[in-house]
């Protein structure tokens, strides 16, 4: 693969200090959110993320998006470094990289009506002459995601979850994007409605040729929709390759835990592995110099504890991991 | 902790200082000239030129106004609060005479309003949209909504002319006596706590139904708990919070009212002698009258915002 | 003039009898009563004083003033006699104690006098006696009053401010004290740079300086001593005695024991309050609701609360005339007014009777210039601007203004002034004169009338005595206080002739004389003088309104007032 | 049968319109079982949850009896109601986040009930806090005792939930959605930590969720909820073989599969549900039902028996048997 | 239910909307022709509020009084709400200094009573009604701004905010389009209590005799120079008076009532759980 990545994530880390106090902020201590975190996307494939709940899956999303300022590392798209581009200008680039949001509650200005909400992008960015134009475009959106034109005037809360997402995707693919950043944009969703959103999604990226940023909790989805997935633990990649190698083929422990507590939809089915099951809590902060998995790790060694493995490849599929397991 | 009571307080010091020249601008360039003020207001009669420059000259009244502001800061700091043009009393001495008297209502009216507005304000929220929520919630806006004078001078009517209950004006220290003290500042302690009273009211109750609609309440009744005991257990704490900025809030009304209470009900406290101090342009009163307000009022946010820690472990400071 | 020591049992003001009252005085009781302000400096000739009539409880001056208010009513002062223009001699009431027990006598009279004078003790009342020399003793009990000029309002003057009679030993003391500090004030610095110096020979003269200060500062420390200031601790020969006193809140008086003019006259139980109380109330509808609720004995009210207790049964209310004049100024210097056809045209144009029985309950009397009905030197010739506004308009076309006229102006922001501004307001109105009143604080008026920012301004000017003083005041073009900058050169002569003129009746001619001139030129508008309203509880016992309408303040001294069993 | 639930109404006022939440249900759960509810969201599991605690608010309109222990919920009196919450009938709740008080510690919380229904001591019921703590395996429980809760991680502080409801040993727990915001491998060890405690008190449990795989591994009987209604009722391995309902059908044909080709679009269920405040006439799944007859769009469906332990509602399946 | 007090407001105001246009068609009698001779008369026929101190109808006095009364009511809010708002909007989104100078000056105006400067600059300005206004605005903007800070703080924070700044949405349309209306709730029932709080200040600064001036007359102008009178004419102080708190209680109930409309949150209640 000598392509030029669409989109290249060059040892991101993020850091949040943690303020407090309700008039007069005090930081009181700083959270490693993402931590060194590199992949590249390319034209037309969809990158699964996976990652156990607050290892800085939606951080990541942000920062490539240069929605908050990294702490250190750049993100480049299409060969342009993002940071530190001039507002102006990153306005622009901002045309073509759209992110479709985790909650669909949040992420839709309730005081708004659905037409606007799909359209906004076409006003900030001037792209419409007239207001029947406008009009057109908005309602082309809102059937390509089949939502019914007629309601256009309602306001998000007089919607379900499923058509709430529905509207964000819509509102992201307005203006055309190259590149499409989807926070686990199906979590809160059962099932047949994810399964809408999920295809919906397929058919918009064969038509557009878009590239998907894909993150989600549920594995057997990530599966469905991805090309490569990365495997995130405590603001860092562990596992990083392509679909059928990852989950034919999991190499750390903490993967091999996710797949083995997979819960699989028929009830004579039965785990994969139990052992690989996990113990002890997460987020709890681990103040050593080793690998952040050590305590919950089943195969932990003393090495663990004291030196930090980083992300080499595994495989020649370009199957990389962090974790001294593989060494000798 | 330290830390963060020493940065909040050296905020507050900056805001004082803000406070200051806005104070000081705003008491030299009221109009006319203070000394003559007096001389026509006392009615004396014949004075003559000389006298009034005189007076004048006593108050530095002739240098620039920045260096008067430097002088002041300086000399306020110092204690030497200057002199009042009006009386010829120090201006500090006035202060320690009245500051307890108008401390003491202070204290009555905002733990009156506390008093009423508290169970007023938790009742309407557990009552949410029954007649005795609209009923309170009606009587905590008229609380707000009565000018003061005029409730002032109904209650005198009511209970001095015609009940003989209360003395209709004057103030008792309480040194002269307890019970003469408390009928003393017993209807302008109700006023100016009717007005906080209806404001807390208010505040509890929106942010108790704000609390009382969140899932933990529900938790709590899950496990058993009857009606009160959430509210006692569950839900007061973290109502309390937006509560405590609007006590804050009060003691700014409270402080706003004592102004036209003391003047209605004849006490010698420091919100009268602020409007004197207005009306005569004695500026080294309207002054410290409005620096010590601010003082006020500024510490008062800062416990309050101290304390939240306390209230909100979510906000507490990790050491 | 009467002899010394002995009163004049003949005088009308010492009358007491059946005559006047048939009720027996009875000792006993405080008797309360409310001041809008509180009294302020206690030594009269501090600065400020708010309150007059509490200051006459404890203060006494050597004349009074009687029914027309003259001064002839001798009083510490037991008689005078003018030797010559600038010669004055005058004997003193003897036996009289200050409350701290030192006499009244020529010398502390003298001791008073030239302290006033003197300018360190910044005494407001200096420039009354500006045209006094000197106070010569004669012997214990009579003093020759020696003047620069010829005096004609010495008498007056002497039954007002400078005339209330302070213990000199208290003057003495309080002087030395604030002279201490002075003196410890200006070491400071001195003694500072005497240590920083490094030349020998200044600090050699810097350290004979403080050295020099020092001795003095012990002379006046020694003579300072138990010193209490005297504007907080008034000691005059009243019949009360300051007893408390609580800022803003309250004064509290106690009946002088060894009061002389009881004893005088043979009725030791004069006074007969056990002391005063009195409340300091602002507001007026306060005031009222406190003697409704018996928890005042006496008030005087404003007259528009007339109403609220002509009828009711529990209280007594009189009403009677008072030396206050309620009039407009103009603006002389500039502006329409400087016309006399416009201020013609104004001065028809108001109705003063309406405005008497809209604003005032009827209670007042129209004014036809500046002094009072009552007053010695009203003009009865005289007769008030007779309202007529066809004349008004006629007026106003002749000074060019056919169109109408707009004036500025402003008022105090008193209830009663609004409403009296307002009825004007639409008087003026109906000829055309559209008037539009700002309403003001006292202090907030200065601006105005520095910069002649007006062209109406209505005021009131209180306590009508000596005709000097309101004449000079209002109408000498170097008074501060002639706020309508008035520029008549008639009047100012009239006004200097009356102030040297000594002879009673020749000062009489002169001031009728300067009322006409006034009258003639309209020179402002005289509206009308009040009149007052006192409501007192049934039980106060011991005021004769006729009595108090014939004699004045002269009646109010000499008479004291008692509650019917002893007891509020 | 430990709890008997027959014609269970749950009716929402709102501002506008009358929700109907739950609309007529019934089932019943026995000792040590574990009965799951699927259903789309909004299909009214959480209220029917709440309704069997009597959690709803007061303008709700509750129907119907709910026999738990021979006494009925729906009718019993306040103080009794209060008994039984938290010491017979223990819920834990859909969001750790908010289900918390955030102003009071873990340990506060956690021994409530202790101090509610044992009438303990604060020292006793601190200790028992602590064993509870340590049962749902929180490292450092002592020091975790003090903590509030946003000091903890949202696994820990469902696990608290967890803890706190089986403090008191409930014969019946009811989880509402226990670990829709947590990753695959902390869910997987909270139920089965969920499980093991039933298992060992022989309580039963009521689980919510609209993961299929979780209903697979844990539940033994399953109800499918469709817009307030129980559509179908089955024993877990029934269900999952022969589905009846097409939406049930629907459902389980929605889930992606890993081992499925990937190449192939996933097949939801098309149209979106109705709105509760204004339900169609007819069947709530009329307008996307792929085997809708006349029948359907006229009369609701009863629920029916088609064998022991499988019930459906639905005219077609009727027809078609 | 709630709606009830909403529409009793709105009704309240109109009324007095009403009443404020018609002033001149409804009053019965001039409201400035004096009749010095008929001062300070009881309810009759003629009058049937009676009169005041310079003889005037007191009824038409008090119709008249509606509009002066209404608009330093809104005005001032109006205009210190536009601060306000304004710089709330501004502080809360930027952060940072831009916040911490705002937030300082704001503390440093609200630390001086109301009152107070309202007298000062009352007195600066000279007294009347533009005063009365631009005084109690000065005064009353930091109010709002605390409020809509702390609003937007919250606000901001949400996702959608984000969401446009992801599409590229400039900093004001942020502001006006996506905060401003978000926090619209809060600001209406400030604003609510402040018009009414703004009434109560015009009648104690003209209770202080510098309110507004004649021949511009206010309720808290009557309200202060009948209350002198409260024996003889007791309806010249209590009709002004009640006029003013059923004012404030409507703007009140107009303020709860929208408030309830805009949050679909307020209309929980106890014990019931969050809607989804
Ligand atoms: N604005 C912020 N301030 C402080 N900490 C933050 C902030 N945003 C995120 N974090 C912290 O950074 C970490 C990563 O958060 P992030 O939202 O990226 O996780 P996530 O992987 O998206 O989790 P989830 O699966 O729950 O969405 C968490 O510990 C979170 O608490
Ligand atoms: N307090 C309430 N007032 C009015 N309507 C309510 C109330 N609570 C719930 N609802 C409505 O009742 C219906 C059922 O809600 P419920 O919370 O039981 O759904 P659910 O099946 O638990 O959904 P989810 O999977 O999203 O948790 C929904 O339409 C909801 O909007
Ligand atoms: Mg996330
Ligand atoms: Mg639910």
């Known amino acids: 693969m000598t392509m030029q990545p669409l989109l290249q994530v060059k040892a991101i880390s993020k850091e949040f200090p943690v303020y407090q106090g309700q008039v007069f902020k005090k930081k009181t201590y700083v959270t490693q959110a993402v931590k060194s975190v590199s992949f590249d996307i390319f034209k037309g494939e969809t990158f699964g993320l996976v990652g156990e709940s607050g290892c800085g899956k939606t951080t990541v999303c942000r920062a490539i998006l240069q929605l908050t300022p990294l702490t250190s590392g750049a993100v480049f798209y299409k060969g342009n470094c993002l940071s530190g581009m001039a507002k102006k200008e990153l306005r622009k680039v901002r045309r073509h990289m759209q992110i479709v949001y985790q909650d669909p509650f949040a992420s839709l200005n309730p005081r708004t009506k659905v037409r606007d909400i799909i359209g906004e992008p076409l006003v900030i960015h001037k792209l419409t002459q007239n207001r029947s134009e406008y009009k057109d475009r908005v309602e082309a959106m809102m059937t390509m995601v089949s939502l019914n034109p007629a309601i256009s005037g309602r306001y998000p809360h007089e919607f379900s979850g499923g058509q709430r997402q529905r509207i964000s995707i819509a509102r992201a693919l307005t203006v055309n994007p190259d590149f499409l950043v989807l926070d686990e944009p199906v979590s809160s969703l059962d099932v047949s409605i994810q399964a809408q959103i999920i295809n919906l999604l397929e058919e918009i990226r064969e038509k557009f040729s878009l590239t998907y940023l894909f993150i989600a909790h549920d594995l057997a989805v990530v599966h469905h929709i991805s090309k490569r997935v990365a495997v995130m633990y405590a603001g860092e990649i562990v596992e990083i390759a392509d679909r059928q190698n990852l989950y034919g083929n999991p190499s750390h422990p903490y993967t091999k835990a996710l797949l083995a507590a997979l819960p699989i939809p028929d009830p004579q089915a039965s785990y994969k592995d139990e052992n690989a099951m996990l113990q002890g809590g997460n987020g709890v902060m681990e103040h050593h110099a080793g690998c952040k998995f050590y305590v919950r790790c089943p195969a932990r060694r003393h090495l663990c504890q004291v030196k930090k493995p980083v992300l080499k490849k595994v495989n020649q599929h370009d199957h990389m991991m962090a974790c001294h397991l593989g060494e000798s | 902790m330290k830390r963060y009571i020493l940065k909040r307080l050296l905020y507050s010091l900056l805001t004082l200082w803000l406070t200051s020249m806005l104070i000081f601008a705003i008491a030299r360039i009221l109009p006319g000239d203070p000394v003559q003020g007096v001389v026509m207001a006392s009615h004396m009669g014949a004075v003559d030129n000389n006298v009034i420059e005189g007076i004048r000259a006593q108050f530095g009244l002739n240098q620039p106004l920045t260096v008067q502001y430097l002088i002041w800061v300086k000399n306020f700091i110092s204690g030497d609060w200057g002199v009042s043009i009006a009386s010829g009393e120090k201006v500090f001495d006035m202060f320690m005479k009245r500051l307890p008297i108008t401390f003491e209502l202070f204290v009555c009216s905002v733990l009156w309003s506390m008093l009423i507005g508290f169970p007023c304000g938790i009742i309407s929220a557990v009552k949410h949209g029954d007649f005795i929520d609209r009923l309170l919630s009606a009587g905590a806006v008229l609380g707000l909504s009565l000018p003061v004078f005029w409730e002032g001078i109904i209650l005198i009517y009511l209970f001095s002319v015609m009940l003989h209950i209360l003395p209709p004006s004057g103030f008792v220290p309480f040194s002269d006596s307890i019970k003469g003290n408390l009928l003393s500042i017993a209807m302008p302690t109700f006023i100016m706590g009717t007005q906080g009273a209806g404001l807390i009211a208010r505040y509890v109750r929106s942010s108790l139904l704000e609390v009382l609609g969140q899932d933990f309440i529900r938790t709590a009744y899950a496990k058993g708990y009857s009606e009160i005991e959430v509210l006692l257990r569950h839900a007061l704490k973290p109502a309390l919070l937006p509560v405590a900025t609007v006590a804050g809030l009060t003691w700014g009304y409270v402080t706003a009212g004592s102004f036209i209470v003391e003047y209605m009900f004849a006490i010698p406290g420091l919100g009268r002698m602020g409007v004197n101090a207005i009306f005569s342009n004695d500026f080294p009163v309207i002054q410290a009258t409005l620096i010590i307000v601010a003082i006020n009022i500024l510490a008062v946010n800062l416990l309050v915002d101290l304390q939240y820690g306390y209230l909100d472990p979510r906000i507490r400071v990790q050491s | 003039s009467s002899a010394s020591g002995a009163p004049a049992a003949k005088q009308d003001y010492m009358e007491w009898g059946d005559k006047y009252c048939t009720d027996k005085p009875v000792r006993g009781g405080y008797f309360r009563i409310a001041s809008p302000y509180y009294i302020g400096a206690m030594n009269p000739n501090h600065f400020p004083v708010m309150d007059w009539v509490t200051m006459s409880y404890m203060y006494e001056k050597l004349i009074v003033l009687d029914g027309n208010y003259k001064p002839t009513i001798p009083w510490l002062a037991e008689s005078w006699e003018y030797i010559n223009e600038t010669t004055v001699i005058m004997k003193l009431r003897k036996n009289v104690l200050f409350h701290d027990g030192s006499p009244f006598n020529a010398k502390s009279l003298k001791y008073q006098m030239e302290w006033i004078l003197d300018d360190e003790n910044a005494a407001w009342t200096k420039s009354w006696l500006e045209p006094l020399k000197e106070v010569e003793l004669v012997d214990e009990y009579s003093v020759k009053w020696h003047f620069k000029r010829p005096w004609g309002a010495f008498l007056g003057t002497m039954a007002s401010v400078p005339g209330f009679m302070i213990s000199a030993q208290a003057l003495e003391k309080d002087a030395a004290q604030k002279k201490s500090e002075r003196i410890t004030h200006e070491l400071i610095p001195l003694r500072r740079k005497a240590r920083a110096e490094k030349d020998n020979d200044k600090v050699e003269q810097l350290q004979k300086k403080i050295t020099n200060l020092e001795e003095q500062l012990k002379k006046f420390q020694a003579l300072a001593q138990n010193a209490k200031p005297l504007d907080t601790n008034p000691i005059g020969t009243g019949p009360y005695m300051l007893e408390a006193a609580s800022t803003d809140n309250y004064i509290t008086l106690k009946r002088n024991p060894d009061w002389w003019f009881g004893k005088s006259i043979g009725k030791p139980e004069m006074p007969y309050f056990e002391g005063i109380k009195v409340a300091v109330i602002p507001d007026p509808s306060v005031r009222l609701a406190n003697l409704k609720a018996g928890e005042l004995d006496s008030i005087v009210l404003n007259p528009v609360q007339y109403r609220q207790v002509k009828d009711d049964a529990s209280l007594s209310v009189v009403t009677f005339p008072v030396n206050f004049l309620v009039y407009n100024i103009f603006n002389h210097a500039k502006g329409p007014c400087a016309d006399i056809k416009v201020r013609m045209a104004i001065s028809h144009a108001i109705d003063r009777e309406a405005l008497v029985m809209g604003t005032q309950q009827g209670l007042g009397r129209v004014a036809s210039c500046m002094y009072p009905d009552d007053h010695w030197a009203h003009n009865p010739n005289l007769k008030p601007v007779e309202y007529n506004p066809e004349l008004s308009k006629k007026l106003l076309a002749e000074a060019g203004y056919s169109n109408g006229l707009t004036l500025k102006g402003f008022t105090v922001n008193t209830p009663e002034a609004q409403a009296f501004a307002k009825a004007q307001m639409a008087m003026l109105e109906k000829v055309g004169i559209t008037w539009k009143p700002t309403f003001l604080s006292i202090t907030g008026m200065i601006e105005p009338f520095k910069k002649l920012d007006f062209d109406l301004f209505c005021s009131m000017y209180p306590w009508i005595q000596e005709p000097d003083q309101i004449a000079t005041l209002l109408y000498d073009p170097k008074s501060p206080f002639n706020n309508g900058r008035s520029n008549n050169s008639k009047a100012i002569e009239l006004i200097k002739t009356g102030r040297e003129t000594t002879k009673e009746d020749d000062r009489r001619k002169v001031y009728l004389e300067l009322e006409k001139t006034l009258a003639d030129h309209f020179e402002d508008v005289w509206l009308f003088w009040p009149t007052a309203v006192l409501a007192s509880s049934k039980k106060v016992k011991g005021f004769n309104l006729e009595m108090y309408k014939n004699l004045g303040e002269s009646y109010s001294f000499s008479h004291p007032l008692w509650f019917a069993d002893g007891r509020p | ?321 | 239910m709630k709606n009830r007090t909403l529409y009793l407001g709105l009704i309240i105001i109109a009324a007095l909307l009403v009443v404020m246009a018609a002033a001149p068609q409804i009053a019965p009698h001039d409201p400035e022709a004096q009749d010095l001779y008929h001062v300070l008369e009881g309810p009759s026929e003629k009058h049937l509020l009676g009169t005041d101190d310079v003889g005037r109808d007191l009824l038409s006095r008090v119709i008249t009084g509606t509009r002066p009364t209404l608009l330093i009511g809104v005005l001032s809010t109006l205009f210190s709400g536009i601060i306000g708002v304004g710089l709330g909007l501004v502080a809360g989104y930027k952060g940072g200094a831009i916040d911490m100078a705002v937030m300082r000056v704001t503390d440093a105006f609200m630390s001086l009573p109301v009152l107070v400067v309202t007298l000062a600059l009352v007195a600066i300005f000279g007294s009347g009604m533009q005063s009365v206004i631009i005084a109690i605005t000065l005064v009353n903007w930091t109010g709002f701004a605390r409020i809509v800070r702390g609003e937007v703080l919250h606000t901001r924070e949400f996702v959608y905010v984000e969401a446009a700044r992801a599409m590229g949405a400039s900093g004001l349309r942020i502001i006006f389009y996506h905060l401003l209306p978000n926090v619209m709730g809060p600001i209406i029932v400030t604003a609510s209590i402040a018009i009414g709080g703004n009434i109560m200040i015009e009648s104690a600064v003209s209770f202080l005799g510098l309110g507004a001036q004649p021949p511009l007359s206010t309720w808290g102008n009557e309200l202060r120079i009948g209350y002198a009178y409260l024996e003889v004419v007791p309806l010249f102080s209590i009709a002004p008076g009640l006029l003013i708190t059923l004012t404030v209680l409507a703007f009140n109930f107009i303020g709860d009532g929208l408030r309830d409309a805009f949050d679909p949150r307020i209309s929980q209640t106890f014990n019931k759980s969050k809607e989804k």
């Open chain 4, 1 to 321: 049968m430990l709890l008997q639930v027959s014609n269970l109404r749950t009716y929402f006022k709102t501002r506008s319109s009358l929700v109907k939440a739950v609309d007529d249900i019934s089932f019943e759960l026995d000792q040590g079982q574990t009965l799951s509810i699927v259903g789309e969201s909004g299909s009214g599991k959480t209220a029917a949850a709440l309704s069997l605690m009597r959690l709803i608010p007061g303008s709700a309109q509750l129907s119907g009896k709910i026999m738990f222990e021979d006494q009925d919920i729906v009718t019993m009196g306040r103080k009794a109601l209060f008994g039984l919450r938290g010491d017979k009938i223990a819920m834990v709740f859909q969001d750790p986040m908010t289900a918390l008080n955030p102003v009071l510690t873990i340990g506060e919380q956690l021994i409530e009930p202790y101090l509610i229904h044992r009438k303990m001591n604060r020292k006793q019921a601190f200790n028992l806090g602590i064993a509870l703590l340590q049962k749902v395996r929180i490292q450092d429980a002592e020091k975790r005792m003090h903590c509030y809760p946003h000091e903890l991680s949202g696994g820990m502080r469902q696990r608290v939930m967890i803890a706190m409801a089986i403090a008191l040993h409930p014969p019946l727990i009811i989880a509402d959605e226990p670990t829709t915001a947590l990753d695959v491998s902390i869910a997987a060890e909270l139920l089965e930590l969920l499980k093991s405690i039933t298992r060992e008190q022989g309580s039963a449990l009521l689980l919510i969720t609209h993961n299929l795989g979780i209903v697979a591994r844990y539940a033994d009987k399953v109800m499918i909820m469709y817009a307030g209604k129980i559509v179908e009722k089955a024993s877990k391995v029934n269900l999952y073989q022969k589905p009846q309902h097409p939406y049930t059908q629907g459902l389980l044909a929605s889930v992606p599969k890993i081992s499925a080709d990937t190449g192939k679009k996933l097949t939801p269920i098309p149209g979106n549900p109705p709105d509760l405040a204004t339900p169609p006439k007819g069947c709530a799944f009329y307008d996307r039902c792929p085997f809708k007859i006349t029948q359907c769009g006229r009369n609701v469906p009863k629920l029916t028996k088609l064998n022991d332990d499988h019930e459906v509602a639905c005219f077609a399946k009727e027809a078609g048997r």
